[in-house]
């Protein structure tokens, strides 16, 4: 199975609720199909680079799993059908970017080196 991360922005005028629960049904969606998420992480409502629909801002959802590449056809269906998605981009991982995702959850980016903590001394 490829690892993948997809990123979806949804539209501003959702409630957290609603919003919440348009996440829960993809997640549902890769479950089903036998995929295994890895990690899931909601950035929030944040500002676009552009305007999408006349839309200044966005929720942004992060989800990185595992899933057989047939699925990923299926999950971006479903995306395009509905109205409360303005965008989403869905990314095949190499084994590079799986190594730094696996770093960046342990925490490793987060330590400061000893010289970083003897310059602040």
């Known amino acids: ?3 993948y991360e997809i990123v979806i922005v ?3 005028l959702l409630t957290v609720d609603v919003a ?5 049904k993809y997640s549902k969606i890769l479950t089903d199909n036998g995929a295994e998420i890895v990690q899931e992480d909601n950035w929030g409502l ?6 999408i629909q006349k839309k200044t801002t966005g929720y942004y959802h992060l989800t990185e799993f595992k899933a057989p ?3 990923i056809n299926k999950l971006e269906i ?3 059908r509905d109205e409360r998605v303005l965008r989403f981009l869905t990314i095949a991982l190499d084994k590079h970017a799986v190594a730094y995702n696996d770093k ?4 490793a980016f987060n330590k400061k080196s000893p010289k970083a903590e003897e310059a602040a001394n």
């Not at 919440?20 to 829960?24: F, N």
């Not at 944040?46 to 305007?51: D, E, G, S, W």
């Open 1 to 3: 199975m490829q690892q």
């Open 10 to 12: 949804l539209t501003p």
């Open 20 to 24: 919440a629960e348009a996440i829960a």
């Open 46 to 51: 944040r500002k676009l680079a552009y305007p």
């Open 69 to 71: 590449g047939e699925l």
């Open 78 to 80: 479903e995306l395009r």
């Open 104 to 107: 960046k959850r342990s925490g």
